[in-house]
């Protein structure tokens, strides 16, 4: 069955733009109609440079949903001073996410800072000699004001750091460096959303499984890595966000007082280990840090 | 002195018979000659995808690449966001060949979308999907081989771009 629903003009101009590059006689094609199996399901590829989304496309989604005031979630960032491989690797997602709501700011200073701040990182990490050329690359895109360059140059240079670190067998740092950039993009969506009387662009954020995922990835970590207290920390955040977010209902725009208490301790999570991330003496984790054991929030 | 002599012994046939490095044996040692990875279907892939940029669409940087068997699809496990609009494209520099690329729920049911292939006498095959989802949440990509001029697997990219 071809399904042709008209579902946005600039989609049919997208269609109109591919037949213009040159395939001649473009058709239409039959789609599959067979439900997938479960050993399909289950076997599905997961990939973090696809399957994980990037935080510039999560706040694509909220600026659809509503109108963040992006200036005002600016944070001056540095990479922390530390030889501790997992915490380099997590202050890369969080300072690659803050690169992000920088583009979105059109705050072009600060977006030079992070890319001098991950440049920084990357040195640390030993995996800065591919990278020069990325870092120049955010220098020139934000002189000149190219936000959409900006944006495609933030994810092209996590990607690459992602890279070589699989290149240099330290694939297990990649889950480290997609997790963090998950809970700072989650810090922000977060902070958007409870602006907002009526939780505009909370639908966004309905993404358990995901937490659940990435929580899945940081359990098949090596025991050294897994047991470091930074990385216990981001594991046992993203299992309260997860709960947090299943005990909400999924309807598109959910109000309820329930949700606002859940967002609003998703948020208290997130920063507490974001700033625990970017502190140059995470060793010693505040006792306050880790997040407290939820008791089925929805029944409170 | 005897040291020596081993290792010309050893070097002799090596460099006499180079193929013997690339025997069934050589390829499990940490010499194993490792065949160069085509850039072709990305490049296809990307260049199909390029026509949405002009829309204002911005392609991830990932590249979820593989070889699909006749008959045997393949699925990626991707988040979606409600209000964004998708376009997932795959792309194999077999001409003549055609593959499908279909959108699935959370549940494994396809969700309505919108279709494009390239005609069958341009370069290589290429084949978008184009969705808008009504939730957030869990989705799954799937691509199929419907033909191939050749029996062997055929190799594919596939990438894709948000708006």
């Known amino acids: 069955m071809v399904y042709l629903e008209i579902m946005l003009t600039g989609r049919h101009f997208g269609v109109l733009a591919l037949m213009a590059i040159g395939c001649h006689g473009a058709e239409s094609m039959d789609t599959s109609n067979t439900p997938m199996t479960e050993p399909q399901k289950q076997g599905a590829v997961f990939l973090d440079a696809l399957s994980v989304p990037s935080p510039g496309e999560v706040f694509t989604a909220l600026n659809k949903a509503c109108r963040p005031n992006w200036a005002t979630l600016v944070t001056p960032a540095t990479a922390p001073v530390t030889t501790e491989r997992s915490q380099l690797a ?3 997602g969080v300072l690659t996410a803050n690169g992000y709501v920088a583009v979105e700011a059109q705050d072009g200073q600060q977006v030079k800072n992070v890319g001098r701040e991950l440049m920084a990182l990357s040195k640390s990490l030993g995996v800065s000699q591919s990278l020069i050329g990325r870092g120049n690359s955010l220098m020139e895109f934000a002189e000149n004001n190219d936000w959409d360059g900006l944006a495609d140059e ?28 998950w809970l700072r993009g989650l810090e922000v969506s977060t902070d958007v959303i409870l602006a907002s009387d009526s939780l505009q662009g909370a639908g966004v954020l309905y993404q358990p499984e995901l937490a659940r995922r990435i929580v899945s990835q940081i359990d098949a970590l090596p025991d050294r890595i897994k047991r470091g207290v930074l990385v216990t920390a981001v594991k046992q955040t993203l299992e309260t966000t997860a709960s947090l977010l299943e005990n909400q209902d999924s309807k598109p725009e959910p109000k309820s007082d329930i949700l606002r208490k859940n967002y609003t301790k998703i948020h208290a999570d997130c920063s507490a280990v974001v700033k625990t991330i970017l502190s140059s003496s995470s060793a010693a984790l505040p006792a306050s840090h880790s997040p ?3 008791s089925n929030p929805s029944k409170s | 002195m005897r040291k020596e002599k081993l290792i010309v012994l050893i070097m002799i046939p090596i460099l006499s018979f180079p193929g013997v ?14 065949e160069p990875i085509s850039m072709e279907p990305r490049r296809l892939a990307l ?16 590249e979820w690449r593989g070889a699909l068997s006749k008959g045997i699809p393949a699925f990626l496990q991707v988040t979606l966001f409600a209000g964004e609009n998708y376009w997932f494209v795959a792309a194999s520099p077999t001409t003549g060949a055609l593959l499908r690329v279909t959108v699935y729920d959370a549940s494994g049911k396809p969700v309505k ?29 799937g691509v199929e081989r419907m033909k191939s001029p050749n029996e062997g697997p055929l190799d594919f990219s596939l990438v894709y771009c948000y708006k």
Do not use: C
Request: glycine share 6%; aromatic share 6%; hydrophobic share 40%.
């Open chain 1, 90 to 92: 997590l202050a890369v």
């Open chain 1, 154 to 181: 933030l994810e092209a240079t996590e990607n690459e750091i992602k890279n070589t670190m699989v290149e240099q067998k330290d694939r297990d740092l990649v889950t480290l460096t997609s997790a963090a950039a």
């Open chain 1, 292 to 294: 407290a054991p939820i």
């Open chain 2, 21 to 34: 490095l690339q025997s069934k044996d050589a390829l499990s040692s940490p010499l194993k000659v490792v």
């Open chain 2, 47 to 62: 260049e199909t995808a390029g026509a949405f940029e002009n829309d204002g669409f911005r392609i991830r940087d990932g």
């Open chain 2, 113 to 141: 979308s919108e279709f494009w292939h390239n005609a069958a006498n341009s370069e290589g095959t290429r084949s978008a999907t184009g969705v808008a989802p009504t939730q957030s949440g869990k989705y799954f990509i």
